[in-house]
């Protein structure tokens, strides 16, 4: 067993056949006699989806065997048949991982009584047993456990047998092997150890202490550790040139070294860098929690959580903290990085027998007992002023055994997860730097000349770089190693998307990596739910905008993007949204080029807009219950979300109002796959559906190109519905851009269209809507009227009195920019007449604010106030924030002009705070001036 599998029989070296009969073979014979079940061997072998075959192999295989090794094969002595199972019958000795494991047990016995040269020649007797790698060729997952346990158990006989050399005087005769040993095993201190000491013994002590450097590199960079107190001792004493360290027998050449302590206060705290920058407030409130672990937080430790994305500086801000509260905990420092964003990370039980190691714990006195081992760690740090420093955690589970259970030390945890549920004295969010931070550590690397230089390409420079303090210390790096290179230069090279990434990496700093770290954590539903929501052009998600991405339920997707919050994947933003980093973004789409189709691709873009469709057309059922538009638009898509109000009709669209654009001009303009004509169906419906809420603040200027794109669709696919639709969006679109005879020319092509196909529900809606673009035109505010008028009457010839009450309502607001205010006030009454009967709250307000105006222009300011008082109750009640700025604004301008300076003023201050709020600068700007007029004309 103890290398290629091999048998024999009478000095005749048997065929033990294919590869699964020897597996099966070595899972017998390893057993030592004990029955092994079928299903054993089976799992053994197969793993846990074995072949469907797997019985009647298992059964070929115990025959073959048989063939082989027994003298009569019907009637077996060696394989035997049990029930349920198979046995393998041989004597102790006739396996060498027996014989080995019995001389090594005669060595141990040997050693006990003093005898170490005839334990150091049994244990040499046990190792020759060893051909090479145990069970060389045998398959399956019991084999390889048993490879790696027969390797482990060698290479614990090897160090007992070269302990005993060592012991024996032999350090010269077992330097190359020792030498040998410890470079192909790094990480097995105690083979260095043993290697130092020959070398030293063998008046070698510079090749000693170089040894020591080569493991305390190792495992720095590859665990994050430095070396235990048993390695570190030796090497202090190699140093101070210990007399007691010499060979038995020999004699000192000089008087004994004072004796080295037992143990010494741990500072294993990371290198801090020397150009740390920003994060004032935060490094503040690190500062007051650890300069008085035991202040404010009664029996328990302090412990601050730092979390955040990949790449955010958690470990830099982490390691700056603590290096500032060194002086708080004289009694030293402990460090791990517990590995928490990478597939396997740090089992906590491990660390906890490193930290003791550090706190002067002998390896053999450390409890093999999870709970035994926790309780010696809080023992050894009870009333001690240590800092533990627990760098990327995974979740709580693995924080929480590394706690200190007393108040007199504390603990720093840096995470990609919130840790939510860990008892803290402080959590911090860390988010990318603020432009200013940014710039700072760009000046900081590369020196204040360059930035002075070019500042706007340094600006740019940083914001492309997303403002993650990896990426800018990468591109920082780059340019302070290149002097020849401008600022812009580098700017210019990482606007280019595709290559943004390999851009921002520089020696062993890379963005990708750090992105890839979280990635690689995932399982596969996580995976791909990270890369196809990052596929749509959106500036957020929601867990609706998210199940269409996924074709999954609202339930299932919040869970899944909780989830790559956790994984400091995705950024929580408001309730219920989440969004990317750009780079982490980037990250996601070159992710999904590699992984998903280009069909999969394509048709999470094209369910996410008939989400968009869905939803709108729902807005418009709830804001406008008496409009048929939605039905008629909206006639295969799927239900969309339940609406409680027109409230949340219209939070909903503004929520998802820029990722609507966003999609649409992803699919439409895409540079390599032309947009089909379902495509273009739903983002035509969607976007008519979202004309009636012009009053939101729709960005009209990114509108234009996507009616262009659709017109131009439609009528490649001469498809009236498409065409028409287009029509109505590119004209709205041209009017609210100031762009009035297109605007015109785009009303008239749509009603044309539309003349032909003629199903009672578009026409006075086209008509009404050469009305509004009229009305936006100063120079057609009579031809608007005409149109109003109009499409009331075909309203009317419809039935729908509703949309008759929406005509009504829009002569009205024509009639106001007319100065005609007494015709303004008669429509404005009929509309709100119809619209408080029927319980339609949005334009029932709306109407209310246009009789105000009416009334206002009339002269009659306190009915006005009145009006607009009515308003804005009706904004409160429903929560109609979009209609309370402007309806504000209206009252403001009323008391102003009745002399009312100071009621004037309170409420345009209002107006400007909620106008900036909803993201309205003209709005904020109009109110600002009633602010001053206020003041200016106040007596």
């Known amino acids: 067993m103890l290398g290629p599998l ?27 006699g004990r029955v092994v079940s079928v299903e054993e061997l089976s799992l053994g072998i197969w793993g846990w989806n074995p072949p469907a075959s797997s019985a009647v192999a298992l059964r070929n295989h115990i025959s073959r065997l048989r063939a082989a090794l027994e003298t009569e094969p019907r009637a077996p002595r060696l394989l035997v048949s049990v029930a349920g199972g198979y046995t393998l019958r041989l004597d102790e000795d006739a396996l060498d991982a027996s014989r080995s494991e019995r001389l090594a047990t005669e060595a141990e016995r040997a050693a006990r009584t003093g005898d170490r040269p005839e334990a150091a020649r049994l244990l040499g007797e046990a190792l020759d047993l060893w051909q090479g790698v145990p069970l060389t060729g045998v398959p399956g997952e019991y084999a390889e456990r048993q490879r790696e346990r027969l390797t482990e158990r060698r290479l614990a006989l090897l160090e007992t047998r070269l302990g005993l050399e060592l012991e024996l005087g032999r350090h010269a005769r077992s330097v190359a092997e020792l030498t040998a040993l410890a470079d192909e095993h790094p990480m097995r201190e105690g083979l260095r150890a043993l290697q130092m000491l020959a070398l030293y013994r063998s008046g070698r002590q510079a090749d000693a202490l170089a040894a020591y450097d080569r493991t305390r590199r190792s495992l720095t960079e590859e665990l994050g550790l430095d070396p235990g107190p048993e390695l570190v001792r030796l090497h202090q004493r190699i140093l101070r040139t210990d007399p007691e360290l010499a060979a038995p027998g020999a004699q000192p050449s000089a008087p004994a070294a004072p004796p080295v302590a037992a143990w010494l206060p741990p500072a294993q705290l990371p290198l801090d860098v020397p150009d740390f920058t920003g994060r004032t407030e935060v490094i503040a409130e690190l500062d007051e929690a650890l300069a008085r672990p035991s202040a404010g937080v009664g029996t328990a430790a302090a412990v601050c959580v730092i979390h955040g994305m990949g790449g955010v500086g958690k470990t830099t801000l982490a390691v700056h903290a603590a290096h500032r509260a060194r002086g708080s905990f004289p009694e030293g420092q402990l460090h791990a990085d517990l590995r928490g964003a990478s597939a396997k990370p740090a089992d906590p039980y491990v660390v906890q027998g490193l930290f003791l190691r550090a706190l002067g714990v002998p390896p053999e006195n450390i409890p093999s007992s999870p709970l035994d081992r926790t309780a010696l760690y809080r023992t050894r740090l009870a009333g001690r002023r240590l800092l533990v420093l627990l760098d990327n955690a995974a979740d709580t589970e693995q924080v929480e055994p590394l706690l200190p259970g007393t108040a007199e030390c504390a603990v720093l945890v840096t995470s990609r997860a919130p840790l ?80 943004r990434l390999s851009e921002l990496e520089t020696g062993s700093l890379a963005v990708d990596a750090a992105f890839q770290v979280g990635y690689a954590a995932l399982d596969p539903a996580q995976a791909r739910a990270f890369r196809l929501l990052a596929i749509p ?35 929580p933003g408001d309730v219920g949204r989440y969004r990317y980093h750009d780079l982490v973004r980037l990250f996601a789409r070159h992710r999904t080029l590699e992984a998903d189709p280009p069909q999969e691709r394509q048709a999470a873009l094209s369910r996410l807009a008939r989400c968009h469709l869905a939803g709108t057309s729902a807005a418009l059922r709830s804001e406008r219950p ?106 709205v679109a041209y009017a609210h851009t100031g762009r009035h005879e297109e605007a015109r020319e785009a009303a008239l092509r749509a009603w044309r269209t539309r003349e032909q196909h003629d199903d009672g529900v578009f026409p006075h809606r086209l008509r009404y809507t050469m009305g509004a673009v009229a009305a936006l035109d100063p120079g057609s505010v009579d031809e608007a009227v005409d149109h109003f008028a109009q499409a009331r009457t075909l309203a009317r010839r419809a039935g729908e009195a509703g949309f008759e009450a929406q005509c009504a309502l829009g002569l009205a607001q024509t009639h106001l920019a007319r100065h ?78 009745a002399g009312r300076h100071a009621e004037a003023a309170s409420l345009a201050g209002q107006a400007v705070a909620l106008f900036a709020d909803l993201g309205d600068p003209a709005g904020q700007q109009r109110a600002e001036d009633v602010v001053r007029r206020a003041g200016s004309e106040s007596p």
């Open 6 to 32: 091999r048998a024999w029989r009478a000095g005749s070296e048997l065929d033990t056949g294919s590869a699964q009969q020897r597996a099966v073979l070595a899972a017998l014979a390893l057993r030592s």
């Open 537 to 571: 052009e959106t500036p957020d998600l929601s867990p609706g905008t998210a199940a269409a991405v996924l074709d999954c339920t609202d339930v299932m997707a919040e869970e899944v993007l909780e989830s790559l919050a956790d994984a400091g994947l995705l950024e």
């Open 626 to 731: 008496y409009s048929r538009l939605a039905g008629a638009l909206n006639p295969e898509v799927p239900d969309g979300p339940q609406f409680t109000s027109a409230a949340e009709a219209q939070r909903w669209v503004i929520e998802e109002l820029a990722g609507m654009i966003g999609l649409a001009t992803q699919i439409l303009q895409h540079p390599t796959r032309p947009a089909g004509l379902d495509d273009a169906r739903v983002i035509a419906a969607t976007l008519t559906a979202m004309v009636p809420f012009t009053d939101l603040c729709v960005p009209w200027r990114l509108v234009v190109p996507i009616g262009q794109d659709l017109r131009r669709i439609a009528e490649q696919a001469a498809d009236p519905d498409v065409a028409a639709n287009a029509g109505v969006v590119l004209a």
């Open 820 to 897: 005609d205010y007494a015709a303004a006030l008669k429509e404005g009454r009929a509309a709100l007449a119809h619209f408080s009967a029927t319980s339609c709250h949005l334009p029932a307000t709306l109407a209310l604010r246009t009789l105000g105006q009416a009334l206002h222009g009339l002269g009659r300011h306190d009915d006005a106030v009145a009006r607009y008082r009515e308003a804005l109750a009706m904004c409160d009640t429903l929560g109609l924030r979009s209609q309370r700025a402007p309806t504000l604004l209206a009252c403001s301008v009323a008391h102003l002009d």
């Open 420 to 499: 939510a549920c860990l008892p803290v004295t402080s959590r911090t969010a860390l988010e990318p730097f603020t432009e200013w931070e940014a710039l700072d550590l760009l000046e900081r690397i590369t020196g204040s000349t360059r930035l002075t230089r070019e500042p706007e390409a340094a600006r740019a420079l940083v914001n492309t770089c997303g403002l993650l303090p990896l990426a800018v210390r990468i591109a920082a790096s780059r340019l302070a190693a290149r002097p020849r290179w401008t600022v812009a230069s580098l700017a210019d090279r990482l606007a280019d998307r595709p290559r």
